[in-house]
Nanobody
Framework: VQLAESGGGLVQPGGSLRLSCTAS????????MRWYRQAPGKEREWVAA????????PYPDSVKGRFTISRDNAKNAVYLQMNDLKPEDAAEYYC?????WGQGTQVTVSS
């Protein structure tokens, strides 16, 4: 099982990014997949989840209305669309399936 995140980078406040999580060794459509983030000095925070059936869990208040999780079964990938980014969204973002984690992708929000 491998998870590989990409798409992070530097964006100005109010900007958008789309993170990708490409999976190998299993089929994403048969598992619940999650995105987490961790800022320096803070605990890892769950931000989005999509179930095996495609159902999306309610987002935490910190990202509700701005972040959207989706899945492309043909590409065996999960995405996190992030809009209206704020400085407090800056963190390392991780893709997760059960006990498996990707290496993370860094998101920096700064003017």
């Amino acid at each position: 099982v491998q998870l590989a995140e990409s798409g992070g980078g530097l964006v100005q406040p109010g900007g958008s990014l789309r993170l990708s999580c490409t999976a190998s060794g299993f089929t994403v459509s048969t598992y619940s997949m999650r995105w987490y983030r961790q800022a320096p000095g803070k605990e890892r925070e769950w931000v989005a989840a999509i179930g095996a059936t495609g159902d999306v869990a309610p987002y935490p208040d910190s990202v509700k209305g701005r972040f959207t999780i989706s899945r492309d079964n043909a590409k065996n990938a999960v995405y996190l669309q992030m809009n209206d980014l704020k400085p407090e969204d800056a963190a390392e973002y991780y893709c997760n399936r059960n006990t498996y984690w990707g290496q993370g992708t860094q998101v920096t929000v700064s003017s």
